[in-house]
């Protein structure tokens, strides 16, 4: 490669560094990737669940900067009581059922991903701030399922069939939490329509929300991308 080449492509990633790093979704996209990993790679139940309420708590601040002004207190009203639930259910003194505390989950990350697809949608123009928010909302669907099967687990023990090697593993049991190391990991796998045969439903509802998360992986990709492609043609045209 030439000195100009080199001296070029220095001069094009600096600018788009610089944007991820201002971005409106960076830190949002830190802490899902955070709480993601804190799911799958700590084993100790009881670490792995105080991480994950802290990891929460900070996702919610993300949040709350992520949206807009007007959607502040609606984000906040939503985020809080799960965040509240989620650490009394930890500590032991939930005084509501454990499936509300699902529930509640469940609501405000399903809130979050509808508020930044249609702002990433909203664009009008594809920068790296929009390429980000994408992948939030990836992230955030596959998330938003994941605490919905352990909704349907929790009501349901037999909601899912699990390899024997798997159970072993991954240390299935009854759900504690809203985020299971486990349904994550089964709702990112039907999401990205890989279904490795490890995880399977049996109960009506593990079917259908795993039919439907299938879908909306798929058309998903298919209406962000020509999306994105088509603010891009638009823009050159004017150019």
Same mark, same amino acid.
């Given at each position: *490669?030439?000195?100009h080449?080199?001296?070029w ?12 790093a ?18 799958g ?19 919610l ?7 807009g002004?007007r959607?502040r ?8 009581p799960a ?49 980000v928010?994408?992948v ?6 596959? *998330? ?6 352990a ?24 759900p ?11 709702? *990112?796998?039907?999401?990205s ?47």
């Amino acid at each position: *490669m030439s000195r100009h080449s080199r001296e070029w492509l220095s001069s094009q990633a600096a600018p788009i560094t610089t944007n991820v790093a201002r971005g409106r979704f960076t830190g949002l996209l830190v802490i899902l990737l955070t709480l993601a990993l804190l799911s799958g790679v700590v084993h100790h139940e009881r670490t792995r669940e105080i991480l994950i309420c802290i990891a929460f708590f900070v996702l919610l601040l993300f949040a709350i900067g992520s949206v807009g002004r007007r959607l502040r207190f609606v984000t906040a009203a939503l985020g809080s009581p799960a965040l509240v639930a989620q650490w009394l259910l930890y500590l032991g003194r939930s005084p509501i059922p454990k499936a509300w505390v699902f529930a509640l989950t469940t609501t405000f990350l399903a809130f979050l991903t509808l508020v930044v697809l249609f702002s990433v949608l909203r664009d009008e123009a594809v920068t790296a701030d929009t390429i980000v928010g994408a992948v939030c909302v990836y992230i955030l669907i596959g *998330m938003t399922w994941g605490t919905a099967y352990a909704l349907v687990a929790l009501n349901s023990t037999d909601a899912f069939a699990v390899s024997p090697g798997l159970v072993e593993a991954a240390g299935w049991g009854p759900p504690t939490l809203p985020f299971v190391p486990l349904l994550e990991y089964y709702s *990112m796998t039907t999401l990205s329509s890989l279904g490795f045969g490890d995880i399977s439903p049996l109960s009506g509802p593990a079917r259908t929300l795993s039919a439907l998360e299938g879908a909306v992986g798929q058309v998903y990709i298919a209406v962000l991308i020509a999306r994105l492609v088509g603010i891009h043609t638009a823009r050159r045209s004017k150019e």
